[in-house]
């Protein structure tokens, strides 16, 4: 069986719904072997050092990094990916809520494929974060949508999209691929090799651009055309700009 690594950058408002998502770990058909998280102040007065201990008490699976200072989505993942030491690590954001069959998928989908790099689509629109797994619709393995034949088209500075030739054909639309850039999942040598850009001028765009950076490296990524994730925007840096 695969080893996964969930790694999650947070701000100190999000650590409620956090909790929420890893409360709903126990649900899931699949468990990630282990969870680390890189925690910064920024909007609360409270003590993170107590906070993670409750939060470790809590999930023996959890590794929290506290960081004494406000830090961005780039340079907390990079503080978490030093922990790493499963086959596959996934990068999860911290107020979002994901699919019990999560890592069933990227298991079988591994097993099958031995890709280098999966992404997702995800459902536009959602306005209202829930923690009700019942919002996700069981996923047969044997009839997961993927598409595994991509490619990148640079369309400005540091825009790049995502496109597949049997997406357009299947769907009868040139439009590039509804992928969440945000939720990636890499074979560990690649964040162990690589690193996110950092700082206020990144934070907004580092994990598209690890992505695009990551793809045109080592290409061999697919694509799974379902919703694993329950996303609603929050709009939240983690750096104070």
């Not at 126990?26 to 909007?43: E, G, M």
């Not at 049997?166 to 769907?171: Q, R, S, V």
Request: net charge negative; with cysteine.
């Amino acid at each position: 069986m695969l080893t996964f690594t969930i790694c999650i950058p947070c701000v100190d408002k999000h650590i409620e719904e956090m909790e929420k998502t890893l409360d709903s770990i126990q649900h899931y058909t699949l468990k990630p072997n282990k969870v680390i998280v890189s925690i910064s102040p920024r909007y609360l007065n409270i003590n993170l050092h107590d906070e993670v201990k409750r939060l470790e008490q809590k999930f023996p699976f959890l590794k929290c990094l506290v960081q004494d200072k406000p830090t961005g989505i780039g340079e907390n993942l990079n503080h978490t990916f030093k922990y790493v030491d499963t086959d596959y690590v996934t990068i999860w954001g911290a107020d979002d809520f994901f699919h019990p069959q999560y890592f069933e998928i990227l298991n079988n989908i591994i097993e099958k494929h031995d890709p280098y790099i999966i992404t997702h689509s995800f459902k536009k629109g959602i306005q209202e974060r829930t923690t009700d797994l019942n919002v996700f619709e069981k996923i047969n393995l044997e009839n997961i949508k993927i598409y595994n034949n991509l490619f990148l088209i640079h369309e400005g500075e540091d825009i790049y999209r995502f496109f597949s030739q049997k997406w357009m054909k299947d769907y009868k639309t040139n439009t590039y691929i509804s992928m969440h850039h945000g939720m990636q999942t890499f074979k560990t040598h690649i964040i162990k090799e690589n690193k996110y850009k950092e700082g206020p001028k990144y934070d907004w765009k580092s994990d598209t651009l690890f992505l695009n950076e990551a793809f045109k490296k080592y290409g061999n990524m697919i694509f799974i055309d379902e919703n694993l994730v329950h996303y609603v925007a929050s709009n939240t840096n983690s750096v104070i700009h």
